[in-house]
């Protein structure tokens, strides 16, 4: 069933903030503590609102995906000379999964990607997670390294990244 993606604005805070705990707590339960263990608050939401384009997946009427997409990620990737897209925070609503939500907020963010004429979409996970590892390589990401992003983070990030032919449009 086709998605409903909007781009968030300060109004859907509470619901990204809900969406985004339900992730949290589900990585948990999983062994992945990437998110950290603490649930996310309206100004946590609207923090990221503010400074990444947040988008929100709804499947009749119901709010069952989320992404974030950033054009630098200098914390996790380093100063990097390539241009890209870094998607962040990709979450499904605990009562959607198996609904292949992933699926459809991964085409939607490289089509993000190359109409904002980038072509290069990048993602970081604990690289502890097999499962989701694998998940990102079944959907077209391959894994280009490892980086821990200080001395002090127990995470240790596997670097995935995808090419994305660019929308060239010009106008007549």
Same mark, same amino acid.
């Given at each position: 069933?086709?998605?409903?993606?909007?781009?968030?604005?300060?109004?859907?805070?509470?619901?990204?903030?809900?969406?985004?705990?339900?992730?949290?707590?589900?990585?948990?339960?999983?062994?992945?503590?990437?998110?950290?263990?603490?649930?996310?608050?309206?100004?946590?939401?609207? +923090?990221? /609102? *503010?400074?990444?384009?947040?988008?929100? $997946?709804?499947?009749?009427?119901?709010?069952? &995906?989320?992404?974030? @997409?950033?054009?630098?990620?200098?914390?996790?990737?380093?100063?990097?000379?390539?241009?890209?897209?870094?998607?962040?925070?990709?979450?499904?609503?605990?009562?959607?999964?198996? +609904?292949? /939500? *992933?699926?459809?907020?991964?085409?939607? $963010?490289?089509?993000?990607?190359?109409?904002? &004429?980038?072509?290069? @979409?990048?993602?970081?996970?604990?690289?502890?997670?097999?499962?989701?590892?694998?998940?990102?390589?079944?959907?077209?990401?391959?894994?280009?390294?490892?980086?821990?992003?200080?001395?002090a983070d127990h995470y240790v990030a596997a670097?995935?990244?995808?090419?994305?032919?660019?929308?060239?449009?010009?106008?007549?």
């Amino acid at each position: 069933m086709n998605l409903k993606i909007v781009i968030a604005n300060r109004r859907d805070a509470e619901a990204l903030a809900k969406i985004l705990s339900g992730a949290v707590r589900y990585k948990m339960e999983h062994g992945d503590g990437a998110w950290g263990d603490t649930p996310y608050t309206r100004q946590e939401a609207e +923090r990221l /609102i *503010g400074g990444a384009r947040v988008y929100l $997946a709804y499947q009749n009427e119901e709010l069952v &995906g989320t992404f974030s @997409l950033q054009d630098k990620d200098v914390r996790v990737w380093g100063a990097t000379r390539e241009s890209a897209i870094y998607l962040h925070r990709l979450a499904v609503s605990q009562g959607a999964h198996g +609904r292949h /939500i *992933g699926e459809q907020l991964l085409s939607c $963010a490289a089509r993000e990607t190359a109409n904002m &004429g980038y072509s290069l @979409l990048r993602l970081d996970c604990d690289e502890r997670n097999t499962s989701l590892r694998s998940y990102y390589e079944q959907h077209g990401f391959k894994m280009v390294g490892r980086r821990q992003p200080t001395a002090a983070d127990h995470y240790v990030a596997a670097l995935y990244e995808q090419r994305i032919a660019p929308n060239v449009y010009t106008p007549r």
